[in-house]
T-cell receptor
Framework: GNSVTQMEGPVTLSEEAFLTINCTYTATGYPSLFWYVQYPGEGLQLLLKATKADDKGSNKGFEATYRKETTSFHLEKGSVQVSDSAVYFCALSDRGTNAGKSTFGDGTTLTVKP | SAVISQKPSRDICQRGTSLTIQCQVDSQVTMMFWYRQQPGQSLTLIATANQGSEATYESGFVIDKFPISRPNLTFSTLTVSNMSPEDSSIYLC???????????FGEGSWLTVV
């Protein structure tokens, strides 16, 4: 079956530091890839997505590129802010007969200190 | 696009009771997905609900504990039966577009079992 592996956390950074959260996946077929963010006490929010190889998703300074050859979708941000402190989930979605069925990584907790 | 409404948004339940969560989509969809997010954890797929057939449950989830109905192409319910404190979670309903490129989540039903 499908699986998503995220780098183990938690991650603690100083403000303006560079962020990378690694994500690799295993899937049959050719999934769509997503990053979601969840702030404390809140629901899940879509951060960015990519639907085909070499696509780059971007939003709010975050970026991730769909790398089919390495089955990866690493999340990056050049300069993090305290307000970026949250839990980040990498996920994939099936296509075809199970279109929309999502598999999530375990999540990575990011804490940004001033 | 699709808009998903979930009810209830929050509830506090007594152990041993059952609660039914409703999920309404503003367009017809073939499959609807139910997820659980336990405190501090990631999202786990409970089951896939197809209209006109029995729901397909993931490993670790059984119909007696989480019965699902799917009476038409826009509506589904998930019942959490004989609840215990371990069932305290966020339960989410989700659908995807036909290509699996866009995933829509409800706001979630935040259940606390006391």
């Amino acid at each position: 079956g499908n699986s998503v592996t995220q780098m183990e956390g938690p991650v603690t950074l100083s403000e303006e530091a560079f962020l990378t959260i690694n994500c690799t996946y295993t899937a049959t077929g050719y999934p769509s890839l997503f990053w979601y963010v969840q702030y404390p006490g809140e629901g899940l929010q879509l951060l960015l997505k990519a639907t085909k190889a070499d696509d780059k998703g971007s939003n709010k300074g975050f970026e991730a590129t769909y790398r089919k050859e390495t089955t990866s979708f690493h999340l990056e941000k050049g300069s993090v802010q305290v307000s970026d402190s949250a839990v980040y989930f990498c996920a994939l979605s099936d296509r075809g007969t199970n279109a929309g069925k999502s598999t999530f990584g375990d999540g990575t907790t990011l804490t940004v200190k001033p | 696009s699709a808009v998903i409404s979930q009810k209830p948004s929050r509830d506090i339940c007594q152990r041993g009771t059952s609660l039914t969560i409703q999920c309404q989509v503003d367009s017809q969809v073939t499959m609807m997905f139910w997820y659980r997010q336990q405190p501090g954890q990631s999202l786990t797929l409970i089951a896939t609900a197809n209209q006109g057939s029995e729901a397909t449950y993931e490993s670790g989830f059984v119909i007696d504990k989480f019965p699902i109905s799917r009476p038409n192409l826009t509506f589904s319910t998930l019942t959490v039966s004989n609840m215990s404190p371990e069932d305290s979670s966020i339960y989410l309903c989700s659908v995807g577009d036909r290509a699996g490129n866009t995933i829509y989540f409800g706001e979630g039903s935040w259940l606390t079992v006391v």
